[in-house]
């Protein structure tokens, strides 16, 4: 992907667009979206309930 790539100009415009609605405050960004977890938290899922992590097959393991 290059730089001028159309996905990584849109990516830094939304980017910069969420910035400006709280004046390019980290802190008052990170506020926001301490409010929104707790506003949300029943429909938020956890990494963990995602993406769950499998043992490993053993046929791919390297003979010894």
């Known amino acids: 992907m290059s730089r001028d ?6 990516i830094r415009r939304r980017r ?4 400006e609605q709280f004046d ?3 802190d008052r960004y990170f506020v926001h979206l301490v409010e929104f977890q707790k506003k949300y938290h029943e429909q938020l899922v ?14 791919l393991r390297p003979e010894e």
């Open 46 to 59: 956890d990494q963990i309930t995602v993406v769950k992590s499998s043992p490993p097959d053993k046929n």
């Open 5 to 10: 790539d159309p996905l990584v100009e849109e």
């Open 24 to 26: 390019h405050d980290l």
């Open 16 to 19: 910069h667009e969420i910035s």
